[in-house]
T-cell receptor
Framework: AQSVAQPEDQVNVAEGNPLTVKCTYSVSGNPYLFWYVQYPNRGLQFLLKYITGDNLVKGSYGFEAEFNKSQTSFHLKKPSALVSDSALYFCAVRDQGKLVFGAGTILRVKS | GAVVSQHPSRVICKSGTSVKIECRSLDFQATTMFWYRQFPKQSLMLMATSNEGSKATYEQGVEKDKFLINHASLTLSTLTVTSAHPEDSSFYIC????????????FGPGTRLTVL
């Protein structure tokens, strides 16, 4: 079965600094990878996805993710964090048409 | 992007009653809809997958007689929590997948269910 792991429960970063939220995957075959963000008491918002093609994927709100096959990673990044980026972030992989989510990482951006 | 709505956004009910949650795709036809459950500070747990016009496929450990799912049209799926109990209190989120909107699932805003 396909799975993703988010090794960090929480990431703290100062506003204006670059941020990275980590995700590693375990899949057979080519992975379909996704990042979603969730604000309190809200549903998930799609940020970006990797299906095929360029390893660097650009998404919404200035986020990007790099697909690294050798390290089986798909880390989410942003060059300059905003306080409004504070939220819960989920990495996910598609497995037989269904999304399998990681445990989530809380991102806290402090001013 | 495609929009998915859920109704109600919050519901409080007494133990033993049934609650229906609606999930609608507003601007696309959803061939497949998914229902998730999320406990506080935890990840989403897939409960079931429903395809329009056919019976839902439930994940292991999810009681199909307790969580009734109906996907009667290409824009509407409903989740009915029957004889709700306090342990059913949770955040329920639906998502929809449509052929016209590519490979991503679009999520509803969620429904907070509190069973007293």
């Amino acid at each position: 079965a396909q799975s993703v792991a988010q090794p960090e429960d929480q990431v703290n970063v100062a506003e204006g600094n670059p941020l990275t939220v980590k995700c590693t995957y375990s899949v057979s075959g080519n992975p379909y990878l996704f990042w979603y963000v969730q604000y309190p008491n809200r549903g998930l918002q799609f940020l970006l996805k990797y299906i095929t093609g360029d390893n660097l994927v650009k998404g919404s709100y200035g986020f990007e993710a790099e697909f690294n096959k050798s390290q089986t990673s798909f880390h989410l990044k942003k060059p300059s964090a905003l306080v409004s980026d504070s939220a819960l972030y989920f990495c996910a992989v598609r497995d037989q048409g269904k999304l399998v989510f990681g445990a989530g990482t809380i991102l806290r951006v402090k001013s | 992007g495609a929009v998915v709505s859920q109704h109600p956004s919050r519901v409080i009910c007494k133990s033993g009653t049934s609650v229906k949650i609606e999930c609608r795709s507003l601007d696309f036809q959803a061939t497949t809809m998914f229902w998730y459950r999320q406990f506080p500070k935890q990840s989403l747990m897939l409960m079931a997958t429903s395809n329009e016009g056919s019976k839902a496929t439930y994940e292991q450990g999810v009681e199909k007689d307790k969580f009734l799912i109906n996907h009667a049209s290409l824009t509407l799926s409903t989740l009915t929590v029957t004889s709700a109990h306090p342990e059913d209190s949770s955040f329920y989120i639906c998502s929809a997948l449509g052929l016209a909107v590519g490979e991503e699932q679009f999520f509803g805003p969620g429904t907070r269910l509190t069973v007293l």
